[in-house]
Nanobody, 123 residues
Framework: QVPLVESGGGLVQAGGSLRLSCAASGRTFSGYATGWFRQAPGKEREFVAAISWSGGVTNYADSVKGRFTVSRDNARNMAYLQMNSLKPEDTAVYYC????????????????WGQGTQVTVSS
């Protein structure tokens, strides 16, 4: 088990930027891919982005391509989601999760999840 804590959420204006962080507590990300997911009110949780342990492979949902960038700093046991050109439809609770092996858009493949952080984008 890898305890995870997300941070960096908040209220931003449309067109603005925000960077989310995912920290591993008492463990490392060693060998684990990291995924980012979000859930808006009244909607099911959806895939946002994923990154391999090495950082060499990334994947993005079509809705965020060109606007969001996923990265990681393994020396600090941290993963990040840089969100630019934010839109009101990006409003959701954002979660990070990890799994052994490659990154995936399938949330059922992830074993450990953070508590989530709220992102609200105003018009």
């Amino acid at each position: 088990q890898v305890p995870l804590v997300e941070s960096g959420g908040g209220l931003v204006q449309a067109g603005g930027s925000l960077r989310l962080s995912c920290a591993a507590s008492g463990r490392t990300f060693s060998g684990y891919a990291t995924g980012w997911f979000r859930q808006a009110p009244g909607k099911e949780r959806e895939f946002v982005a994923a990154i391999s342990w090495s950082g060499g492979v990334t994947n993005y949902a079509d809705s965020v391509k060109g606007r969001f960038t996923v990265s990681r700093d393994n020396a600090r046991n941290m993963a990040y989601l840089q969100m630019n050109s934010l839109k009101p439809e990006d409003t959701a609770v954002y979660y990070c999760a990890v799994r052994i092996g490659a990154g995936s858009s399938n949330q059922n493949l992830y074993h450990d999840w953070g508590q989530g952080t709220q992102v609200t984008v105003s018009s």
